[in-house]
Every structure is written in C-alpha cells, then in structure tokens.
C-alpha cells in the first residue's frame, strides 16, 4: 500500500501534544503559507519527544513486536468466543477489540445483556487490566502499548478470562 497522506498524532511523541501529516511534496506544493496550522505545532520539547520515540520505536523493534503480539492476543480472544458471548474480534497490530452479543458456541446458546461491556471492563480492573468500552455496540478495546511482551499479553489474556467468567458467572 502507498498511501497518498498519513494522518498521526498522540503517540507518535509519547505523550506530548504533537501531531504530523505525511504525504507527496506535490501536495504541498499547492498549499498558500499559513493554510496549515494547529494547536500542537511548533513545540521544541515535543518535537523532540516526537524524534525520540521514532527512534525508539525503529530500535528496539517495536513494529515486529505490535505485529506477533497482536497475533498472539487475536488468537487468545477468539479462543475464549467459544466459552463466552464474543461475537467479534477485530483490530490490527495491538488495536484489538472484542464484541460481546448473541452466539452459539460449542452448542451452547451464550447471550450478553445490555451493559455487559461495561460490566467486564469493571471487573478488569480488579484483574489488573485498564480496559475501556468502545463504540454503540457492546465491545472493549485492548490497546496495550507496542513494547508489550507475550508473558504481559499472557496475564492480559487470564485476567480477561477471569474477568468474563466473573460477568457471565453471575
């Protein structure tokens, strides 16, 4: 894929208000001075933070890490569909998310009541995850950072276990 623009902001500079697009020099050569601006543009310190987790994310190969984690943490979740109401799960790299609703799974008939998102995410924290429901639906989003190892996606995945066995059990 060769995109004509990218569009990037939050992370890019670890925490730090800075935002970027990178697209052709064609597209800019349209451009009149002063059409592009914003509220994050300009800062020295974040500009360096920015440079800084570049650097990082290219040298301890955070990339390859998002990628085989996020297989990791796709293929567990899809596991627990068959013994809970996940519908879905969705996302690529580390942006996973997790649908709950109607299913027939292993010959059960599983159902997940309005609010059961919220519910999960709930009993999540007292399993040590931080976890946020997502969108109309009744999904959650696991957004882990790209320096997350297999042995924390591994806790991640038994505590969101215990997590929905706690929900569903009740």
Not at 115 to 129: R, Y
Not at 131 to 156: H, K, W, Y
């Amino acid at each position: 894929m060769d995109p004509d623009m990218v569009i990037f902001a939050k992370g890019i500079a670890s925490g730090y208000p800075f935002a970027g697009i990178a697209t052709k020099e064609s597209y800019f050569d349209n451009m009149q001075p002063g059409t592009m601006g914003g509220t994050y543009g300009g800062n020295a310190v974040a500009c360096a933070a920015a440079v800084a987790t570049i650097q990082a994310i290219e040298s301890e190969g955070m990339l390859d890490n998002a990628t085989q984690r996020g297989v990791q943490l796709m293929k567990g979740l899809i596991k627990l569909a068959d013994k809970y109401p996940i519908i879905d799960v969705r996302g690529r790299g580390l942006m996973v998310g997790v649908e709950f609703g109607s299913s027939s799974s292993s010959g059960n008939r599983l159902h997940a009541e309005k609010g059961v998102a919220a519910k999960v995410t709930k009993a999540a924290f007292k399993h040590n995850l931080l976890l946020m429901s997502a969108g109309a639906r009744e999904s959650i989003r696991f957004l882990p950072p790209l320096n997350v190892t297999a042995g924390e996606i591994d806790q991640c995945l038994d505590g969101f276990e215990a997590s929905c066995r706690e929900v569903f059990a009740a």
